[in-house]
Structure formats: C-alpha cells, structure tokens
C-alpha cells in the first residue's frame, strides 16, 4: 500500500498588519517561511513512536493494530537451562576448544548423550530446535578421533546443512589445534578432492543420495573408512518419512553389511526435531534399539504465535487479500523495527517475488549494502556459501528462503520467523517457528 503524505496546511495571511506597523519585507531565497504549525513541531515534537524491542513487542503491536486479523494467538513461555560440567573422561585438547569457542558447560541432554554413547548405545536426541543437538554428536565423535583414530560418517538431507557443520568443526579444530580432518563429500566436491577425503578424511560428511551412488558401490576405494568406522550420524531424521524414509532404510542396511564385511559395527547417533513417536521412527531406520532422549536443558526464550487471516477485499466475491501482501507487510513492519526477520516461501518463485517487493523498500540505495537476500535451491554453491556467511555475521536484516533454511543451518539470531503458507506438515510448521528466538530472546 503506498504511503500518504500529509497535506501541509497553507501559509495564513488572514490576519492583517496595524497600519502602524512598516511593511513587511519580502522573503529572501535564503529565508524559510515557517507556518504556525511548523513552529509548534519544531518547539513540541510529537512524542516518538514505541519501536518494538524484541519479537514480544511486534505480536502485542500487530495485535492491536490488525485485531480483525489476528484469528489466534497463544505463547509458548519460556524455561531456565538445565546445565552439567564437563565429562571427566572428554579429552583436554577438546575441553580447551570448547572454552576457546566460549562453550563452558553442557546441557543435560548433552551430557545424558555423552554418557550413552560411551556405553556403547545407539542414540536418538529429539529436542527442539537450536537446543545444541550438534554437540551431543560431535563430543563422542572428535573424542574417538582423536583417542582412537576412528572415523565417522555424517548423513545430512540438504548439502547448506553439510556445509554448515563442516565450518562448525574446522573452527572447532583450529580453536584447539585437534588435528581433525573434516570434510564434504556430494555433488560440489571437486574430482582431486575426492581421493584424499577417501584416504584421509576422518569425518565424512555426505547425504543419502551421495552415500547410495558415490560410496557404497564403490566401497573398495574407502576401504580405510570402513575398516575403521566408528560412529554414523543421521541429522533431520524426521525428514526421511513415507517413500523416502524406505529408500533411506534400505540404504543403510547396505551400509550395515558393508560395514560387516570389513569387521565394523558403527554405532548410530541419530537426531531429529520435535516429533510424536521419535524412538519407533529411529529403530525403523536403523533396525536397532535406540536410547531416545527427549527432555532439552537448552533455555529458551518465550515465543509469541500469531495466526493471521488475510483481510475480505471483496465482500461481493468473498475475495481476500493475498498471503504475499501480508507476508510483506509484516516483514517490513519487523524490519523497520530492527528485528532480523526470516521469511518461509513455499516455491522458489515466490521468493523471489517476496524478495523483489522487500528489496524496493530496503535495498533501493544501491550505494548501501544489502539488506535483503535471497536462499534457495539453483543457486551456485559459491552464492549459497556467500549468504550463509552473510547470514551469521549478522549483515542481512531479512532472509527469504524455501525448506532449504528448515533445517538446522547456522544463521545466527533471527527475532520474526514469517511463513508465507502452511508447510504441507505440522513438524515442518514447528520447525520453521524453532528458527526464531535462538538466544533467548522473545520472538
């Protein structure tokens, strides 16, 4: 909707000089005639409009400035973290990393996973998200590695979620100087790459597809892999669900007998978001029984959710407002606010619609930097690599993205998470919500 302005009411002249007095002399170009009103504006500013401080702020504004609407709204109140120090038997080389990385002590979900995995259990943790579900596998895994010489092998759906953890563990290596060498196998990886990852690569990290077609059938050239798997980990397992979650089970049950045949039992430490039935959907997977983890010590901030129904246009028609229209205003309301926003789209067209409308507002000064991006799949992996560390630098006010941000990647703090649509499912819903609030704070 475009903006009014105001109109500024006409210079008075209705009140006449005394004749007594000189007469006026005319204004210079230099002069500035200043109306009554203008003179009271300037004496008594209006008092400043409340700018939202935090994702609380916006719902209570939107509440009561669009109460038709708004159809629901309920919080989800927050909770204290529930910590643990140190297992006494986590290498000192990594314990250093850690502090140098300002990680001090575990949440107890953290711990309990630690503790499972040292007596051997195959594991899933299932707590929401940003609940710091990495570290409940890479503690056992780097620890082996670093004990033993084990390697792992990393199973993600989506090759930014790869990249992401692979940047969280060479940071991790170099705060401490582990000696851990990680790398990315998929569809990116350069052809002189892929040898030394076969022969040296001590996490490998891949996806199901790469695992199916570039791994198993030629398992004879990661024989050192095999020979000395210690640990698989299965990130997002809720997304592997109906046709899908099949294909995927039969692929590790290939994985298994390949790892039979070289004298390995790897165990399984598998992750997932909030879902109803976590540990029956983990041992359908893997075959196996699983110790299931469910209860996060991670604090969480309090999360506002509003539903919001687009307004009637054409009462005669029973017409509505589009969602893209109301997407973008509430975004640009949240941006305007100084909140980072994150908008979900669920095609790649309408990111970048939504990104073309929000770029007009906020990127129409090409001398300033971008605040606005989009994130999605077709783009070149050196672009995707570029906005990914955009995004957790802190440099991008709003983000349009498809299901490819869903998942677990590092974007830093983000206050307003804005879905253009229902997701299609009640889990992705909920995980989609899960991006917001990450320190903290109320979204």
């Given at each position: 909707m475009p903006s009014l302005t105001p109109i500024r009411a006409p210079h008075s002249d209705a009140?006449?000089?005394?004749?007594?007095?000189?007469m006026p002399a005319a204004p210079s170009r230099s002069s500035t005639v200043l109306s009554q009103s203008d003179v009271s504006h300037a004496l008594f500013?209006?008092?400043?409009?409340?700018?939202?401080?935090?994702?609380?702020?916006?719902?209570?504004?939107?509440?009561?400035?669009y109460a038709d609407r708004v159809t629901g709204a309920f919080t989800l109140p927050g909770r204290e973290g529930r910590y643990a120090p140190f297992p006494d038997d986590l290498p000192e080389a990594l314990a250093v990393a850690l502090r140098a990385r300002g990680v001090t002590r575990l949440y107890s979900h953290q711990a309990?996973?630690?503790?499972?995995?040292?007596?051997?259990?195959?594991v899933v943790v299932v707590t929401p998200t940003a609940s710091g579900k990495?570290?409940?596998?890479?503690?056992?895994?780097?620890?082996?590695?670093?004990?033993?010489?084990?390697?792992?092998?990393?199973?993600?759906?989506?090759?930014?979620?790869?990249?992401d953890q692979v940047a969280e563990l060479l940071e991790l290596n170099a705060a401490g100087d582990l000696g851990l060498r990680a790398a990315t196998f998929d569809g990116d990886t350069p052809g002189d790459q892929r040898r030394a990852i076969r022969l040296n690569g001590d996490i490998v990290v891949t996806n199901p597809d790469m695992l199916h077609q570039g791994i198993l059938p030629h398992h004879t050239k990661w024989a050192q892999l095999f020979e000395n798997l210690r640990y698989v980990v299965i990130d997002e397992i809720h997304t592997y669900r109906g046709v899908f979650g099949s294909h995927l089970a039969n692929v590790l049950r290939r994985l298994m007998r390949i790892c039979a045949f070289y004298g390995t039992r790897?165990?399984?430490?598998?992750?997932?978001?909030?879902?109803?039935?976590?540990?029956?959907h983990a041992e359908?997977?893997?075959?196996r029984p699983t110790t299931a983890l469910t209860e996060s010590g991670a604090p969480t901030g309090d999360k506002h959710v509003l539903l919001w129904n687009p307004p009637v246009v054409n009462r005669d028609l029973g017409l509505r407002a589009s969602a893209r229209s109301q997407s973008t205003r509430i975004a640009r309301m949240a941006i305007k606010a100084g909140l980072k926003t994150l908008i979900f789209a669920s095609s790649r067209t309408m990111v970048e619609v939504l990104t073309k409308y929000l770029?007009?507002?906020?990127?129409?000064?090409?001398?300033k930097p971008a605040r606005i991006r989009a994130y999605r799949g077709g783009y070149l992996p050196t672009e995707r690599r570029e906005a990914e560390r955009a995004m957790r630098a802190g440099r991008i006010d709003g983000i349009v993205a498809t299901s490819a941000l869903e998942l677990g990647v590092d974007i830093g703090s983000s206050d307003v998470v804005v879905l253009n649509g229902y997701p299609g499912s009640i889990a992705a819903t909920w995980q989609r919500f899960g991006r917001a609030g990450r320190r903290q704070r109320p979204s």
């Open positions: 009140t006449p000089a005394s004749l007594s007095d000189p500013p209006p008092p400043a409009r409340p700018v939202p401080a935090n994702g609380g702020d916006l719902a209570q504004r939107l509440q009561r400035k309990e996973a630690w503790e499972a995995t040292q007596r051997g259990e195959d990495s570290l409940c596998y890479t503690l056992p895994v780097v620890a082996a590695a670093m004990n033993d010489r084990s390697k792992a092998l990393y199973l993600f759906p989506t090759k930014a979620l790869a990249q790897p165990q399984f430490i598998l992750c997932s978001a909030t879902i109803g039935n976590p540990k029956a359908a997977l893997i075959e770029k007009d507002v906020f990127d129409h000064d090409p001398r």
